[in-house]
């Protein structure tokens, strides 16, 4: 069974860091590219960052120069290190993958940017 688990949300001051992680089980981590995707309320998921199997990383236009994702395969575990946030990054963000046959979501974290 597979599971993918965040943990690290939280309250945040504009301007302030956090880094939320996802640790995945039941899947051969190493072998697919990680995701993170984050949904505020009322607006659509977006596809916040991704990890390749080889470390390669993409990101959306809005958080580049401040998110930096990497993948531990040690431990099965994703990060999202995210920095200057302001309160557009206030959202669930959710762990995903995919393989050839069924994608994988994890129940997300919450990251809340406010004063």
């Known amino acids: 069974q597979v599971q993918l688990v965040e943990s690290g949300g939280g309250l945040v001051q504009p301007g302030g860091s956090l880094r939320i992680s996802c640790a995945a089980s039941?899947?051969?981590?190493?072998?697919?590219?990680m995701d993170w995707f984050r949904q505020a309320p009322g607006r659509q998921r977006e596809l916040v960052a991704s990890?390749?199997?080889?470390?390669?990383?993409y990101y959306v236009d809005s958080v580049k120069g401040r998110f930096f994702m990497s993948r531990d395969n040690a431990k099965n575990t994703v990060y999202l290190q995210m920095n200057s946030l302001t309160v557009e990054d206030t959202a669930v963000y959710h762990c995903?993958?995919?393989?050839?046959?069924?994608?994988?979501w994890g129940q997300g974290t919450q990251v809340t940017v406010s004063s």
């Open positions: 039941g899947i051969s981590f190493r072998a697919y590219t």
């Open positions: 995903h993958t995919q393989t050839s046959t069924r994608e994988f």
């Open positions: 990890i390749t199997v080889t470390g390669n990383t």
